[in-house]
């Protein structure tokens, strides 16, 4: 299993074809920046594939960030809410935002819903989730579409899909397909090897 700066200093050597990484002109920013863009890549690729296969998760476990969250009550809105640590990955219907669970209190579970659910379902049947309650991200924070506190829910457990950082170990499994695209796309800006020689040629 390798790290980002293993699998970015792999990617150098096959593309100045030896050890003389220092030497090379290449950035190793930009093969640490396409590496992470590759793999998260990967992840939206990963969802779609399982989903077609009527997989439930859409992704491998690994992908996801699980944290227990204080609901607050917001004073302008007057609508419960949690503050996200940090940003999930955009997927179709929100599915970045996998789940939210209540530690405590009386309800069971909360519905994904979408920020104009309450307004365009306001009086009708549909609107009332089955009394169940709803959730809706804005921006880094998720509101609820009841208010939860007064039922006695003072903290949830939230599971989200995040992105790769810089503190990756990478899977065996996918380590050459990262390798190979991100050389792909590296080999055309190279600059043509002046010398028929295996030293500067980018190595397949």
Do not use: W
């Not at 980002?4 to 920013?29: A, C, N, T």
């Not at 439930?56 to 503050?83: M, W």
């Not at 179709?92 to 209540?102: A, H």
């Amino acid at each position: 299993m390798a790290s980002l700066v293993v699998l970015r200093d792999q990617i150098i050597r096959r593309l100045v074809g030896g050890d003389q990484i220092s030497d090379s002109e290449i950035d190793p920013r930009e093969i640490e920046l396409l590496i992470l863009q590759v793999a998260n890549a990967a992840i939206k690729i990963e969802y779609f594939t399982n989903i077609r296969a009527e997989d439930n998760h859409g992704v491998s476990g690994q992908y996801f960030a699980t944290y227990v969250l204080p609901v607050t009550k917001d004073p302008v809105r007057k609508e419960d809410y949690i503050i996200l640590p940090q940003p999930y990955i955009t997927l179709p219907r929100d599915k970045g935002l996998y789940q939210i669970t209540p530690m405590n209190g009386k309800c069971k579970f909360f519905i994904p819903t979408n920020a104009g659910f309450s307004s365009l379902f306001h009086g009708l049947a549909a609107g009332n989730l089955e009394m169940n309650t709803g959730f809706y991200s804005d921006r880094n924070k998720v509101f609820f579409t009841k208010d939860i506190i007064s039922q006695g829910t003072s903290k949830v457990m939230v599971k989200i899909i995040v992105a790769i950082g810089q503190d990756v170990i990478f899977d065996p499994a996918e380590e050459e397909s990262i390798i190979k695209e991100v050389m792909s796309i590296m080999i055309p800006k190279m600059p043509q090897d002046k010398v028929v020689n295996n030293i500067d040629k980018p190595q397949e």
